[in-house]
């Protein structure tokens, strides 16, 4: 297609283009239209081969490398071009409908949901029951998706025109590769101008999101509830912890490790861990830990960190991995009790045993939680005592067993209550009572 056949704008050079697509982006053997908005993002078209196209305004172009490439001029460029775009999906611009390919040597629940062109999937493949899969995707040899998964989502991009929001329909395509493995109720979306796609041998788990766009290498663990924003590429052999987000665009080098619950805004180095919210290199974290306690040292303060409602530190056996790297006897640990007990791989009285006996705990926060589960993120506030999920008796049984002498603190939230003062009244005898309930006092 030629710029002159379009219908806005004026054509300052003509120029023809194959698909559309944006400045960042690699599309190889594609003869690209993309848009130009400001200047300082025309180096990122001169490094992009395949840009041969550009929607910009008469300003930006003057500054443009003439003869270079095909220009159409318009007074909003990216309008223009995401309406382009549209029009183009609708009108199969990008992709010719083919039937699907499906060997007889792959098993397809009866029970899946499979599109009606553009699918391939490949011998070996086992698509179990309630398996969404869209068109434009190709499965290969020998992958597993498990049941719910939903492949070749549409991605999530709307673009704000003054009072107007336009959707950006997906014109791409998503690709699995070998051996890979997807389990239940995961969503991988399509590209919107390109691919999305999932190395050889790589291993989703429940609850995963990969937005459009992505490049996931080979060998990759996403464990639970991981979420990967859009056009984000990860280098193989890569690690990511449960529930940790990766903003979009990002690059995460080869052998990198995600700490679970990390929030990621910055490239990842080959081999880098990187843990918190937002993430910081693992290393820079333990240094700067080092110096706040070498920094409460010299004031004679002890710092105690609280077991969090956070899978960064959960629990008293995470905060020990880095009691035995700091060795100071001014870090230690304050446990809450609904924190500790909320999450499911936790034995809320081993950890409170272990952190006793090792002379950690500091005091011990008194709160019920709701717990986590696989389909409920638990609920760490507001939950009234009695009606959680952590058994006080119990916790105060073994509390006098381990001869705690320590101090406690009730957590709760009084803001919505007429006469707050009562409530904590309430709320010390109902503890008082499950103390002598547990044999504490």
């Known amino acids: 297609m030629k710029l002159s056949d379009l219908n806005f704008g004026k054509v300052?050079?003509?120029?023809?283009?194959?698909?559309?697509?944006?400045?960042?982006?690699?599309?190889?053997?594609?003869k690209v239209l993309t848009f130009l908005n400001d200047e300082k993002y025309y180096k990122e078209i001169e490094n992009n081969k395949s840009i041969t196209c550009?929607?910009?305004?008469?300003?930006?172009?003057?500054?443009?490398?003439?003869?270079?490439?095909?220009?159409?001029?318009?007074?909003?460029?990216?309008?223009?071009?995401?309406?382009?775009?549209?029009?183009?999906?609708?009108?199969?611009?990008?992709?010719?409908?083919?039937?699907?390919?499906?060997?007889?040597?792959?098993?397809i629940s009866e029970?899946?949901?499979?599109?009606?062109?553009?699918?391939?999937?490949?011998?070996?493949?086992?698509?179990?029951?309630?398996?969404?899969?869209?068109?434009n995707v190709t499965i290969k040899k020998g992958a597993i998706i498990k049941s719910g998964t939903i492949l070749g989502a549409d991605g999530f991009q709307y673009i704000r025109n003054k009072d107007d929001i336009i959707k950006v329909e997906p014109a791409g395509e998503l690709e699995i590769a070998e051996d890979v493995v997807i389990h239940n109720n995961s969503v991988i979306d399509k590209g919107i101008f390109g691919k999305t796609f999932i190395g050889e041998n790589t291993k989703i788990y429940n609850l995963v999101h990969v937005a459009h766009d992505s490049k996931i290498g080979k060998n990759v663990f996403l464990t639970a509830g991981v979420i990967v924003c859009g056009r984000v590429?990860?280098?193989?052999?890569?690690?990511?912890?449960?529930?940790?987000?990766?903003?979009?665009?990002?690059?995460?080098?080869?052998?990198?490790?995600?700490?679970?619950?990390?929030?990621?805004?910055?490239?990842?180095?080959?081999?880098?861990?990187?843990?918190?919210?937002?993430?910081?290199?693992?290393?820079?974290?333990?240094?700067?830990?080092?110096?706040?306690?070498?920094?409460?040292?010299?004031?004679?303060?002890?710092?105690?960190?609280?077991?969090?409602?956070?899978?960064?530190?959960?629990?008293?056996?995470?905060?020990?991995?880095?009691?035995e790297i700091i060795k100071s006897p001014w870090l230690k640990v304050y446990?809450?009790?609904g924190n500790l007990t909320a999450w499911p791989e936790n034995d809320?009285?081993?950890?409170?045993?272990?952190?006793?006996?090792?002379?950690?705990?500091?005091?011990?926060?008194?709160?019920?939680?709701?717990?986590?589960?696989?389909?409920?993120?638990?609920?760490?506030?507001?939950?009234?005592?009695?009606e959680g999920c952590v058994d006080f008796p119990k916790v105060f049984a073994k509390l006098k067993e381990?001869?705690?002498?320590?101090?406690?603190?009730?957590?709760?939230?009084?803001?919505?209550?007429?006469n707050p003062i009562e409530e904590v009244k309430k709320a010390k005898e109902w503890m008082l009572g499950k103390m002598r309930e547990g044999g504490f006092i």
């Not at 300052?12 to 594609?30: M, V």
């Not at 006996?357 to 005592?385: C, M, Q, R, W, Y």
């Open 335 to 337: 446990p809450d009790v």
């Open 233 to 323: 590429k990860i280098g193989a052999n890569s690690y990511l912890g449960p529930n940790c987000t990766i903003k979009n665009g990002l690059f995460l080098g080869e052998n990198s490790k995600v700490s679970m619950g990390a929030v990621v805004t910055k490239d990842v180095k080959d081999n880098e861990v990187v843990t918190g919210n937002f993430a910081i290199p693992h290393k820079q974290f333990i240094e700067n830990l080092k110096k706040a306690v070498e920094w409460a040292s010299s004031y004679n303060i002890t710092l105690s960190i609280e077991i969090m409602d956070h899978p960064f530190i959960n629990s008293i056996t995470k905060y020990m991995e880095y009691a």
């Open 111 to 135: 029970k899946a949901n499979i599109g009606s062109y553009n699918i391939i999937i490949e011998d070996d493949v086992i698509v179990e029951a309630d398996v969404t899969i869209y068109e």
């Open 12 to 30: 300052e050079k003509d120029g023809e283009f194959d698909w559309l697509g944006l400045t960042a982006e690699d599309y190889e053997g594609k």
């Open 54 to 107: 550009i929607v910009t305004t008469d300003e930006v172009a003057q500054k443009i490398e003439k003869g270079k490439y095909g220009i159409i001029i318009s007074n909003n460029p990216r309008k223009d071009f995401f309406e382009l775009h549209n029009k183009l999906v609708k009108e199969d611009f990008y992709f010719t409908k083919r039937d699907n390919q499906i060997s007889e040597k792959a098993y």
């Open 348 to 386: 809320t009285l081993k950890e409170l045993e272990l952190g006793i006996k090792n002379g950690e705990i500091t005091g011990i926060h008194l709160k019920d939680t709701l717990a986590v589960t696989d389909s409920f993120p638990g609920k760490f506030k507001e939950v009234p005592f009695g």
């Open 402 to 418: 381990l001869n705690y002498k320590g101090p406690f603190l009730i957590e709760m939230w009084t803001e919505k209550s007429d």
